[in-house]
């Protein structure tokens, strides 16, 4: 299966699959109780965007999203995943993306609306 469930396009999707890549390298900071602002949350999931949304359309991740991926917070990632987000994408291959970008995913990590297996 591709990235999306049942061949949907929307702009939901494509934020749901960055939501989901960003968590991985989330994991290590949440115990740091790092301070991110709401504009920088703001900029840091329009970059996560950017940078990812070849992604969409079943590329591999570049060198670019994978480096987003590395330095953004969880913080700004968790509260954006919810119940609809996460129907639209395939939880699987956003945990193939986040391996291929050198992170991984804890067993049973919750983030908002996604369990992890």
Known sequence: MGLMKRGRS??????????LMLVAHNEVKMGEGAQVSPSQCKEERQLGI??????????PASAS???????????CVCPAVDAKLVALIDVN??????RTCGRTVPRHFKCGAVNFP
């Open 10 to 19: 929307s702009s939901w999707a494509l934020m749901a699959m960055v939501v």
């Open 50 to 59: 950017n940078h990812c949304k070849s992604l969409v359309f079943g590329q």
């Open 93 to 98: 291959r956003a945990i193939s993306i986040l």
């Open 65 to 75: 999203c994978c480096e987003r991926i590395r330095v953004s917070h969880w913080e």
